[in-house]
């Protein structure tokens, strides 16, 4: 006959033929969970299956929360943005980054405005040089369809 060794809160710790740990758990109303089945001889648990689920699935849901969310926001400038919508778009870059944020900034090419490609370009860069003390560039300026996009990452902050 196998034997098991049984443990649980509120049971004499040992090891027990399979019948007797069976009864055991259908006296207190609970259930026997095997636990280690590889070890000799299998070691099997008296507990309540359904709350032991419950609260995995709990301690699963709060590990998720803890998990950091990346948010990502987007800038849109056109490829002559002007001076004064430089710096106000810099300065809600400057507050995406401070909480923690990633940035997408973009220049969206419209009709003919793809010729002037290299100005687009210019503006990322500029872009990406003015946030370099609040974020790191993941991707340079790339050129997808109409769009020419630059990738940044808040820096963490010294600690």
Do not use: W
């Amino acid at each position: 006959m196998k034997e098991v060794r049984l443990v649980g809160d509120n049971v004499e710790q040992g090891v027990y033929p399979i019948a007797e740990a069976v009864r055991i758990a259908d006296e207190q109303g609970l259930d026997l969970v095997e636990i280690s089945p590889t070890a000799v001889p299998p070691v099997c648990k008296v507990i309540d299956y359904q709350k032991f689920l419950y609260q995995q699935k709990k301690k699963e849901k709060e590990q998720k929360a803890k998990a950091a969310k990346v948010v990502l926001k987007e800038i849109r400038f056109g490829p002559q943005t002007d001076e004064h919508d430089f710096n106000f778009k810099l300065k809600h870059a400057i507050g995406f980054l401070k909480e923690g944020c990633k940035v997408k900034a973009y220049v969206f090419f419209k009709g003919r405005s793809i010729l002037f490609k290299e100005q687009g370009e210019v503006l990322l860069l500029r872009f990406a040089n003015d946030l370099e003390e609040y974020a790191k560039v993941d991707s340079m300026p790339v050129l997808e369809g109409k769009r020419m996009i630059l990738m940044l990452s808040p820096k963490k902050a010294p600690k």
